[in-house]
């Protein structure tokens, strides 16, 4: 068969099915993955003497361990001790923790930036450091770290690709099967590229438009918030 | 123009940024051993014409002769002049990975060539004409300024120049520490440097100048021997700053 | 079985698997560098058309996933280059490499125009060609500059490297799986094989931060003109 054939009669439908999987993956672990940062973050900066070590132990070990490796823990392992998840929860799991811990630091990073008489003059008008923080402290934090929140979803869409190794039929893998089905492994891999470069540009340009409107007026970043 | 005393000739300089001429038309020559010490408000384009001098700035229209050879359109050979015009800036610009011997050393080495044996000699030699052979093994980062702008014209002395452009070198530097390169500069030109220098120190001008010329809007609006210019009541423009000058509070 | 015999017993199969990892990683952290310096003194200082292809070079391989780039490599370029037989450890160092340079390109970069313009107007105002000035002065201080933000690059290309499982690389996790599959010994083995990533990420780093105290310079990178 042909060309032209090939890519739209085979390629492409497979890929966009594929593509579905991809954004169901990243939309189920983003709002979570962004939810864990901040917690764990929050947790590490203002936590007591149990708390703070443990986020920051939390930290060390998923930064220090392949994402791979967790995601043959989440969905091959557990199930040796009686807990059991399918594929694509596990990936979302393994995503959740994952982009949770490199957020918190790009926050951890955000909230250290805070000048102290933020909290000061808070806690002078009678806020409890917790509202203090919810208030005050992350609302501007949160602000700081788009562009390394940005970049970390970025990498999110990127190593959403892992799911297939653990059996998910997201958008690298339905380009594999059609690439050894048909024997066009350049041709389907390239498409599969371009699809993920058109999410990563299409996020990136979103992400600079967004910082622009939530940017506090008078505060001016000299470049993108990213830049691919 | 093949005159064995003149060092340097520049001819009809100009130089616009951004639609605002700030260089237009300044001529003149410089002899051997002489001083020229330029002085006017800020943003005649002063240092600009330094810069036009040894084409660190590209003029838009001009010529510049060292000894005789034409400097500008000179395309790679510019690398040569270079060695023979040096330049003292305001901030220095001393390599800041570098030690003060090495700074002085690292155009000999990369540049003439030199052995190093020989360009650490020669490198120390000239730390120790401004006074700074204690300090050879320090950073910029450990030197106050005016040690580190000593350093800075060591390097450029190291050089063996035809001529020394100063521009602005005490503009960045506490007065206690302005006086310490000032007399090293006054040495300089003493010991018969041919010194070109963009200042607002009119003591040093009126010590060691051969001639002072005041730029405005610029052109040269007056020039002259330092004594002559205080002293004749023609050149009106040029006291009328030099007051200004001194009516800075806390000078 | 015991579970602790069965560790001990493959111990030293698993390490063996480390001995490649660290390949990958030198190969990447290698390859980063003798690409990504000269792709970084190319858009700094390259003319536009330079600049241009750079810019494609690092938004193609920042942007594709590390998964999707190993399949096209191994199952589609090489072989489709004649390269088919070489052994996917290559094609994983290859891989890793090239994507290593893209990312550390721009850290290169970063360090190269933080230094001060006064750094190189000085050194051709004493007669540098460029390329000296940029040889003796630029990027001396701009490598100490990028340090740090190289140093971060160690943990994403150490983690990176499991990914070279998909296409068959012996390295460690590929090596913890096949012991799985083998004693039917998951949770252990896994665990095992995350302490050992995790011994060599900051073992690793440590290395690296005792490099950058080694060429640390007085008052450098504070200010610098």
């Known amino acids: 068969m042909d060309q032209a054939t090939f890519l739209f009669d085979i390629l492409l439908p497979a890929l966009m099915e594929g593509l579905v999987i991809t954004l169901q993956l990243i939309v189920c672990s983003a709002p979570f993955g962004l939810a864990l940062g901040v917690a764990v973050a929050t947790g590490r900066q203002y936590g007591g003497r149990i708390i703070s070590p443990l986020c920051k132990g939390f930290v060390y070990l998923i930064k220090g361990t392949p994402l791979l490796l967790l995601l043959f823990i989440l969905y091959f392992g557990l199930p040796s001790i009686g807990i059991t998840f399918s594929a694509f929860v596990a990936s979302v799991i393994g995503f959740i923790l994952c982009n949770g811990a490199y957020n918190s630091e790009y926050i951890r990073g955000a909230l250290m930036s805070i000048k102290d008489g933020q909290m000061i003059a808070a806690q002078a008008l009678g806020m409890t450091r917790s509202q203090a923080i919810k208030s005050v402290i992350l609302p501007q934090a949160l602000r700081r770290a788009i562009p390394g929140l940005s970049n970390e979803f970025i990498y999110l869409i990127k190593y959403s690709s892992l799911a297939y190794m653990i059996t998910v039929i997201e958008l690298s893998g339905a380009g594999k099967l059609v690439a050894t089905k048909y024997f066009t492994y350049t041709e389907s891999f390239a498409v599969v590229g371009i699809v993920y470069l058109a999410l990563v540009s299409i996020t990136t340009v979103a992400v600079n438009i967004l910082e622009k409107q939530l940017a506090v007026p008078g505060t001016v970043r000299a470049t993108a918030a990213v830049q691919l | 123009m093949n005159n064995n005393d003149c060092v340097l000739r520049v001819e009809d300089i100009h130089k616009s940024f951004g639609g605002k001429e700030v260089l237009r038309g300044i001529t003149f020559d410089v002899r051997r051993g002489e001083t020229k010490v330029f002085i006017g408000p800020s943003g005649t384009g002063k240092s600009t014409l330094l810069r036009c001098i040894n084409q660190l700035t590209l003029p838009d229209r001009g010529r510049v002769w060292l000894d005789g050879e034409e400097v500008t359109n000179s395309g790679a050979r510019i690398n040569y002049f270079r060695q023979k015009i040096g330049m003292v800036f305001q901030n220095f610009y001393l390599f800041d990975h570098l030690t003060a011997v090495r700074n002085v050393e690292l155009a000999l080495l990369k540049v003439r060539g030199m052995g190093k044996a020989e360009a650490r000699e020669k490198a120390l030699i000239e730390l120790r004409q401004v006074g700074m052979e204690d300090w050879a093994d320090h950073y910029p980062a450990e030197l106050s300024g005016g040690q580190a702008q000593r350093v800075s014209i060591a390097r450029a002395l190291a050089m063996d120049p035809d001529v020394i452009l100063f521009d602005e070198p005490t503009s960045a530097l506490d007065p206690e520490l302005t006086r310490e390169v000032l007399e090293v500069m006054k040495r300089l030109a003493r010991e018969g440097m041919t010194m070109l220098v963009v200042t607002h120190e009119m003591g040093f001008a009126c010590s060691v100048a051969n001639e002072v010329l005041f730029m405005e809007n610029g052109v040269v609006a007056e020039q002259g021997a330092p004594d002559l210019l205080l002293r004749d009541p023609r050149f009106t423009r040029m006291k009328d700053f030099i007051g200004r000058l001194d009516d800075r509070p806390g000078d | ?225």
């Open chain 3, 1 to 225: 079985m015991d579970v602790l015999s069965i560790l001990i017993d493959w111990f030293p199969y698993l390490l063996s698997g480390v001995t490649v990892t660290i390949g990958l990683v030198i190969a990447a952290l290698g390859i980063g560098i003798i690409l990504g310096l000269p792709m970084a003194i190319g858009q700094v200082y390259g003319s536009r058309p330079v600049r241009s292809l750079i810019g494609v070079y690092v938004w193609f391989f920042r942007g594709l996933p590390i998964l999707v780039l190993l399949f096209l490599f191994w199952f589609g370029i090489f072989p489709g280059i004649g390269l088919g037989h070489l052994p996917a450890f290559i094609v994983g160092a290859v891989v890793l490499g090239l994507r290593g340079a893209a990312y550390q390109s721009q850290i290169f970069r970063g360090g190269i125009q933080s230094v001060g313009e006064g750094q190189m107007i000085a050194a051709r105002s004493l007669g540098m060609s460029r390329l000296t000035a940029i040889r003796s002065v630029i990027l001396p201080q701009a490598m100490r500059i990028a340090l740090p933000g190289w140093s971060n690059e160690y943990p994403n290309i150490l983690t990176d490297s499991a990914v070279c499982y998909a296409i068959g690389v012996a390295e460690l996790l590929t090596l913890a799986s096949r012991i799985v599959a083998q004693t039917n010994v998951m949770m252990p083995i896994y665990l095992a094989t995350a302490g050992i990533f995790i011994i060599l990420n900051y073992g690793g780093l440590k290395i690296l931060h005792g490099l950058e105290r080694r060429v640390e310079i007085p008052g450098f990178g504070t200010g610098a003109v």
